[in-house]
């Protein structure tokens, strides 16, 4: 077991000093003096550290993307020790453009390997196109027999690189991926990568107005990347939708208009935007391609998990939003969307995933994942297989 003591609470809404007591994976106790005979745990002292819940990144390529570019361009897969220096304890996996040289398969087993080293993992079944490429052969029963599938994406709409699905097809696909949640009890959400086209959130604006479809099982990720796409989703999450901002980008793409994350946090709360509704997500391992108003690629670059909490960070630094909103991005709301029920927050009987941070400067001091200490005073004391 670990006591960890003295810590000041976000559990991410304030609860003050308070000792957590883990074990077996799990919060035992989330209780002020814990006390505990020092030769059945160890203690850590957390006096003058914030204790936030352990970070859920919602939509990361994890065995690697891209590919605009040809075989070479082909990014990375995602390495343990880029999660933990970024304090994510949790992440979705997604593939991207190329379901071809990268597998449902190949992306289950890279989820079981980075859960045998120490994160939880999930995933999203099929790619960029419709139809969607499962393991099972419909998305119903990947996510109704496989543990591990919770949802279906990232589908491309709104972009030059998209399988340009009708609206038929598309509202299917939702469709049927809410059916594979209801059975299965998950989440059974579709994840929408929208792109610079002119069509924006159509699509899902349509299957709200035209069916019977809740917009809870829609997530568009993305919607900071222009101006008018940004306004977009604040209308579209007034109405009940929720919305995703993407933390990786590169100088060109801010240039051009994408809204910083910490900027497009705070103006979507002072429009009203329901801060539940709203997550942050990193597309770490994904290409980030530039690409000419013909749609020729003029360059490509890296997502990285570890911006996800930049942007928090940014948000609350620079733009002047609450701490304990600004989690919830990273938290308790993809946790609850998600509908991953032992993450999210920290509270007795729930998963022991929990970051400790410096609270003048937010920076990560300790990573525990289910229990176990991943990085300690800012010292990494686990690494992945083959780091």
Same mark, same amino acid.
């Given at each position: 077991?670990?006591? &960890? ?20 994976? +799990?919060?035992?106790? #989330? ?9 059945? !745990? ?13 970070? &859920? ?36 996996? !997604? ?6 040289? +990268? ?26 196109? %419709? ?7 419909? %998305?119903?029963?990947? %996510? ?78 993305? &919607?900071?990347?222009?101006?008018? #796409? ?30 910083? !994350?910490?900027?497009?946090?705070? +103006? ?31 360059? &490509?670059?890296?997502? +990285? ?74 010292? #990494? ?7």
């Amino acid at each position: 077991m670990l006591l &960890i003591k003295n810590a000041e609470i976000l559990a991410p809404e304030p609860l003050g000093t308070q000792d957590l007591l883990l074990g077996g994976g +799990r919060i035992l106790h #989330l209780e002020a003096d814990i006390q505990v005979p020092g030769k059945y !745990c160890r203690s850590l002292d957390a006096k003058g550290l914030l204790a936030v819940p352990g970070f &859920i990144d919602g939509h990361v390529h994890m065995m690697g993307g891209g590919g605009e570019s040809g075989f070479a361009s082909r990014t990375p897969s995602l390495k343990l020790t880029d999660a933990i220096l970024g304090g994510i304890t949790t992440v979705v996996g !997604c593939l991207g453009t190329d379901g071809h040289t +990268r597998s449902m398969q190949g992306l289950l087993a890279k989820a079981k390997g980075l859960e045998e080293e120490g994160l939880s993992t999930y995933l999203y079944s099929g790619s960029y196109g %419709i139809p969607m490429k499962t393991m099972l052969g419909s %998305i119903e029963e990947d %996510i109704l027999f496989l543990d591990k599938v919770i949802g279906a994406g990232e589908v491309a709409v709104s972009d030059h690189r998209s399988s340009q699905p009708g609206f038929e097809a598309f509202a299917h696909l939702v469709a049927t991926t809410r059916r594979g949640g209801m059975l299965s009890g998950k989440a059974g959400l579709v994840n929408v990568h929208l792109g610079d086209g002119k069509r924006g959130l159509d699509m899902l604006r349509r299957i709200l107005e035209e069916t019977e479809i809740p917009a809870t099982q829609m997530l568009p990720t993305h &919607i900071n990347r222009n101006p008018q #796409l940004f306004e977009e989703g604040i209308a579209y999450a007034k109405a009940g939708g929720f919305v995703d901002f993407t933390t990786s980008t590169v100088q060109a793409f801010l240039d051009e208009g994408e809204v910083p !994350c910490g900027e497009a946090l705070r +103006r979507m709360l002072e429009a009203g935007v329901d801060p539940g509704h709203i997550t942050f997500t990193s597309d770490g391992q994904g290409s980030l391609p530039e690409f000419d108003a013909q749609g020729q690629l003029r360059g &490509i670059s890296v997502g +990285r998990v570890t911006t996800l909490f930049n942007a928090v960070r940014e948000a609350v630094q620079k733009e002047g939003v609450p701490l304990a909103t600004a989690l919830r991005t990273i938290t308790s709301n993809p946790a609850r969307i998600l509908k991953l029920k032992q993450k999210g927050r920290l509270a007795q009987g729930l998963d022991a995933d929990l970051v400790l941070l410096e609270p003048d400067t937010l920076r990560i001091h300790t990573v525990i994942a289910k229990g176990r200490v991943m990085m300690e005073a800012g010292e #990494l004391k686990v690494k992945g297989t083959f780091e």
